[in-house]
Structure formats: C-alpha cells, structure tokens
C-alpha cells in the first residue's frame, strides 16, 4: 500500500493542526493504520494507531488527551487532529500500515511508511 501525508505546517504553541494520509492499494479496510513522529537527534516516536474498523485507538503517553486519531475506509484515509500543541510536538510525522488486525505501537510492526510531513510548532 502507498501512503501520502500531508497537512503539517508551522503552527504557534497552542493551535491545532490536522494532518491526513491518504492511502492506494492495498485492502485499506484490513489494515490497521498508525502514526509515528521523528525529531531532529531522535528516534522515532509512536503517536497514534487505530485498528481497521476504527474501534480502538491506542495513544502515545505525550499526546493523550490532546490528539484523535480516525480514519474513513470509503475514502482510504486517516487523520490526526492534533490540539493544544506544544514545542515539543515539532517533529516529521509519518502515518504507517500495519497488515494484522492486532493494533501495535512500535515502528517495527508497521510494514509501509508514508514519506513524511513536517510539523512545527514555535512557542
């Protein structure tokens, strides 16, 4: 599956932020669909997963309460609608497909990446 980011920015402190992936190929319905978040000198951080029906959502500890995942399988596309932000938030954030039912939260258990898109966020 192939898998396009987009809706990052620069944003200040406080302001929302929704990004989107849009996804071809592949059984989008079957796949659960996860976002992960890089900064500069940092590994690469779970943020968000959702399963393939969208009943369950798992959270990174930095982000609950502040970011909601979702997805829309008629359109093959995920969100994240991102509030409250902080500095810290600033990273390249790619969504990512996971070919199980089982939600995961690590980068290693996702199959395909997306190319990334850059949020920002001055204080």
């Known amino acids: 599956v192939q898998l396009q980011a987009s809706g990052g920015g620069l944003v200040q402190a406080g302001g929302s932020l929704r990004l989107s992936c849009a996804a071809s190929g592949g059984m989008f319905s079957t796949l659960v669909m996860g976002w992960f978040r890089q900064a500069p000198g940092k590994e690469r951080e779970f943020v968000a997963a959702?399963?393939?029906?969208?009943?369950?959502?798992d959270y990174g500890d930095p982000v609950k309460g502040r970011f909601t995942m979702s997805r829309d399988n008629a359109k093959k596309t995920v969100h994240l609608q991102m509030n409250s932000l902080k500095p810290e938030d600033t990273a390249v954030y790619y969504c990512a497909a996971r070919r199980s039912s089982v939600v995961a939260t690590t980068p290693q258990a996702f199959g395909d990446w997306g190319q990334g898109t850059l949020v920002t966020v001055s204080s």
């Open positions: 959702i399963s393939w029906n969208g009943d369950n959502t």
